[in-house]
């Protein structure tokens, strides 16, 4: 279930130093072919780190051979020295791989950067090159573990996945346990896939999974500058599925690796899904949705096991959403403790022991739905934070 499950990839995870402690830190996955299609989507933060860029320029392209990530360090407001340092990665990893596999002939406009760690730091360059020949020595159709190792920070367990097609595969892998306040992506991400594709093919069915995953999960409010999410395509099953078919696989495999990133949110207790139905548009869907995710006294009254509903109710309204405020229900767990928009139900009727929350808010206003999927804030959120900027 990694990201070399599907044919055509190898990939490694090594520790070069950049992590205090010693801890894998250097990944680097590689598209044998025979297909080197590319897809992706970036963070919409103004402030972009110079991987962000640098990845931005190659996947316009079209084609990419290799994705080499860091941990340990972000490469995020370090000026043009950062972006040197990335462009210097991207010509390293070439001419290793090229050296090591004469056949891949591959320059740095092939290979993809992502990194993750402190912003505004430089990464220290002779460890991660190091890292780099390191990771081209290892590299194998069994590396797709130890590589979703190598870009963890404050992720408490790796997070991998399979979606599997008629013939043809879709692997991926995924960091992040907080900042996950998506706008095209939520955080780093490489997913494979030995189907048959090309890049118009891979972008619109990488941005249509994202739309309805990656971008409805919504940690704590927080963009990052390095979100990166790829989509590399080897060609190596022969087989070309249906967009429709691709698209479903693809939207699989982001959907499974969203509930990981959830799941795993710093000093979380609570993994919460915000169904908001009967909505006028999608757009207003979403935003009411997002609008009580990313409310604190929503998220730590749930901590506190409290269905307050007055809370959800209160950023409802905070919304340009179409509804009438009398009009509006809201359950918690089953429990319709709110109905046109004042009290019903006992609240004391809903069980909040589990880990699990479902808060279902029916706006009257239309047939369209949407959920976001979130967490609860904890007294551990803060020092699990204090630890990560990217």
Known sequence: ????????????????????????????????????????????????AAP???????????????????S?????????????DTHATAEHTAAALTASSPRLMLGAGEVAVCSTGLIGERLPMAELLSGVRGA???????????????????????KTTVAEGSGWTVGGMAKGAGMLAPAMAT??????TDAVAGPETLDAALRAATRVTF??????????????????ASGASGIEPSAAELTAAVTAACHDLAQQLIADAEGATKQIAIEVVDAATEDDAVEVGRSVARNNLVKTALFGNDPNWGRILAAVGTTAAAFEPDGVDVAVNGVWVCRGGAAAEDRA???????????RIDLHAGDVEATIWTNDLSHAYVHENSAYSS
Not at 52 to 70: E, F
Not at 187 to 192: G, I, N, R
Not at 349 to 359: A, F, P, Y
Request: aromatic share 2%.
């Open 1 to 48: 279930m990694t990201v070399t499950t599907p044919r055509g990839f190898r990939a490694a995870g090594v520790a070069a130093g950049l992590k205090a402690s010693g801890a894998r830190d250097v990944a680097l996955v590689v598209n044998d072919g025979p297909d080197a299609g590319i897809a992706g989507v970036f963070t919409a933060n103004r402030v972009k």
């Open 52 to 70: 962000v860029l640098w990845t931005q320029q190659v996947v316009h392209g079209g084609v990419v051979r290799a994705v080499v990530l860091n």
């Open 72 to 84: 340990g360090g972000a490469n995020a407001c370090t000026g043009p020295a950062g972006f040197q």
């Open 136 to 158: 081209v020595r290892e590299l194998s159709r069994d590396g797709g573990g130890p590589a979703a190792e190598a870009i963890m920070t404050t992720d408490t367990r790796p």
């Open 187 to 192: 955080m780093l991400c490489v997913l494979t």
């Open 215 to 232: 971008d409805r999960i919504d940690s704590d409010g927080c963009m990052s500058t390095n979100d990166t999410v790829l989509l590399l």
């Open 349 to 359: 009727k809903v069980d909040l022991t589990g880990r699990d929350v479902t808060i």
